[in-house]
């Protein structure tokens, strides 16, 4: 408001200022009118950019920022939407050219204290892994080189990174300002967090479901441990088989066969808004995959390399399969999730 009385005052001088000086000539009033519609382009143009003051914000930018693809159509946001938790809605992602991803798009939620990136772990950083869809050929396509060259070629982004990292846009700022802007996606506004703080009470249903989670029946939290419910480990659930389910997961980075088919344990919050599930995306509900760990073998006759823990049917009854789902619904931020306005 401030900034708009500011604005006012200035255009409301100049035009007192104007008129007295077209009194004396027409040419200097043909000049002054466009030098008062540039400042105002000027004013108007600047509170955007100015907006722009910290790594995190300039991150936010450039995670919708199309330029850094090679056709100008594809951003990080194209897949990892805002709206559905920063994940996608579609089993496998379109990059460039329409080109699918090989595997289901996580979501980016909750990055911050994670020790590795992708399903297999391949990156270390955030900072390192930013840059990997950048040049994916599957993905955004664009050779890093090029996007910074891009990026400096930017009067706004040159001045940017000039006034945040204080340098030229280089593939080192590059990727700290997407891990700076992902570092702040951290979740806590969910009815599980409420409830922990015992602010919120659970539903009869969500209660049993929670004990079930946590408890020897169902055995979820012997994997998704932790505030982020994930135990940051890599484990076969069984979606390996050599054959039809040829992901080998860790195996492909470390090359150790006790690595077979295992992928990294995702973290459960806002799970409700980021099907579909898995590595691959083959299950497009929760309730789906609670029926998948009831018992793996009515899904792949013969998963290798398949965790111990699910060896035996679990025996949950369909009650037992509604209460957990009514469970992980309850961890749910709703700060990212699309707005519904029916809601
Ligand atoms: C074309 C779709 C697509 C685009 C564009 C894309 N990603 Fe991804 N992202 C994926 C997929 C698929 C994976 C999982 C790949 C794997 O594990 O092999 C992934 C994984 C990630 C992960 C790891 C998440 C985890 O749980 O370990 C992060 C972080 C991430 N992307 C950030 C980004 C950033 C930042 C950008 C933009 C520079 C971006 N992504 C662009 C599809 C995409
Ligand atoms: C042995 C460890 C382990 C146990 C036990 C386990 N999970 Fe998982 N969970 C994983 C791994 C690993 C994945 C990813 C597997 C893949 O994509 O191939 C996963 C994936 C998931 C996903 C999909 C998440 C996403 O973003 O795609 C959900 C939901 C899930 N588990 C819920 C549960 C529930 C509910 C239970 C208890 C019934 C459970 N898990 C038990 C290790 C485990």
Not at 52 to 62: D, P, S
Not at 67 to 82: G, N, Q, T
Not at 140 to 156: F, H, T, W, Y
Not at 197 to 203: C, S
Request: with cysteine.
């Amino acid at each position: 408001m401030k900034v708009k009385k500011t604005i006012c005052n200035y255009i409301y001088y100049y035009f007192n200022w104007v008129i007295c000086v077209c009194k004396m000539k027409k040419g200097i009033f043909a000049i002054s009118l466009i030098v008062l519609f540039l400042t105002i382009a000027a004013f108007s143009l600047q509170p955007s950019e100015k907006k722009i003051r910290t790594k995190a914000a300039l991150g936010e930018k450039l995670f919708s920022e199309k330029m850094l693809s090679l056709d100008f159509r594809i951003s990080c946001a194209s897949c990892h939407i805002p709206q559905y938790a920063f994940a996608d809605t579609v089993a496998l992602s379109k990059g460039i050219g329409g080109r699918l991803t090989t595997r289901n798009t996580p979501s980016v939620l909750n990055m911050k204290n994670r020790p590795y990136f992708f399903w297999d772990g391949r990156a270390a950083t955030l900072e390192e892994q930013a840059l990997v869809p950048i040049a994916n050929p599957d993905e955004m396509g664009l050779p890093i080189d090029e996007a910074v060259k891009r990026l400096n070629q930017s009067p706004e982004y040159s001045r940017l990174f000039k006034k945040i990292f204080g340098q030229k846009p280089n593939a080192k700022n590059l990727g700290a300002a997407f891990a700076a802007f992902e570092k702040t996606l951290e979740t806590f506004d969910s009815k599980f967090d409420y409830w922990v703080d015992d602010k919120a009470t659970l539903t009869a249903q969500e209660e049993r479901g929670r004990q079930l989670f946590v408890g020897n029946k169902a055995k979820c939290f012997d994997c998704h441990r932790m505030e982020d419910f994930t135990n940051d480990e890599f484990r076969n659930i069984g979606l390996y088989d050599g054959e039809s389910l040829n992901d080998k997961g860790r195996f492909l980075i470390t090359g150790n066969e006790k690595d077979l088919g295992r992928f990294k344990v995702p973290g459960l919050r806002n799970v409700a808004a980021t099907g579909p599930y898995m590595h691959d995306g083959r299950f497009k509900t929760l309730e789906q995959v609670v029926q998948y760990y009831n018992n793996p073998f009515m899904f792949v006759d013969n998963p290798l390399n398949m965790d111990s823990l699910l060896l035996t049917p679990l025996q949950l009854s369909n009650e037992d399969n509604a209460d957990l789902v009514a469970f992980l619904k309850t961890l749910t931020d709703k700060r990212f999730l699309k707005v519904d306005s029916s809601n």
